[in-house]
């Protein structure tokens, strides 16, 4: 509720940049699978370095924006963002040291490897919009 009452232009710009940031670091991840099977490995290995990982890291960015530009509403050691932090180191480290690595290796093991950073990805997608709409702890 109190994330609709924060109602400059600044912080709604912000706010939809942080949702597009958000769209483009997993929407990519969906079409993974299918790229692999094509054989489009250096296509994903350049679309998750230019763009989905980018977008990851300015999630992030722009998310802490969101919370200094509350002015007091929200606070870094409120449970919902605290976690939201969690969550998103983890998922930098999935992308990054699993994802990262397996998308140009045609082994079996890096298939495996793929598979399970995406499902974390996508998971951890689904705990950052728990946390981003019921905000718990608040």
């Known amino acids: 509720m109190i994330g609709i009452l924060l109602d400059s232009t600044g912080y709604r ?8 940031s958000a769209i483009v ?5 969906f079409l993974y699978p299918g790229l692999r099977k094509a054989g489009e490995t250096q296509t994903m290995a350049a ?21 200094g530009m509350s002015e007091g ?10 976690l939201s932090i969690v969550n998103w180191v983890v998922l930098i480290a999935v992308s990054w040291f699993l994802i990262r690595p397996s998308i140009t290796d045609a082994s079996e093991s890096a298939a495996a490897k793929l598979a399970a950073g995406t499902g974390v990805t996508h998971l951890g997608l ?13």
């Not at 710009?13 to 597009?20: D, E, F, G, K, P």
């Not at 679309?47 to 919370?67: D, E, N, S």
């Not at 929200?74 to 449970?79: A, G």
């Open 47 to 67: 679309m998750h370095m230019r763009m989905t990982f980018p977008a990851l890291v300015l999630l992030w960015v722009l998310g802490m924006g969101l919370a």
């Open 126 to 138: 689904v705990v950052g919009m728990v946390l981003m709409v019921w905000k718990p702890g608040l």
């Open 13 to 20: 710009i912000m706010a939809t940049l942080h949702i597009l």
């Open 25 to 29: 670091a997993f929407g990519p991840l």
């Open 73 to 82: 509403a929200y606070e870094l050691s409120q449970t919902w963002l605290a």
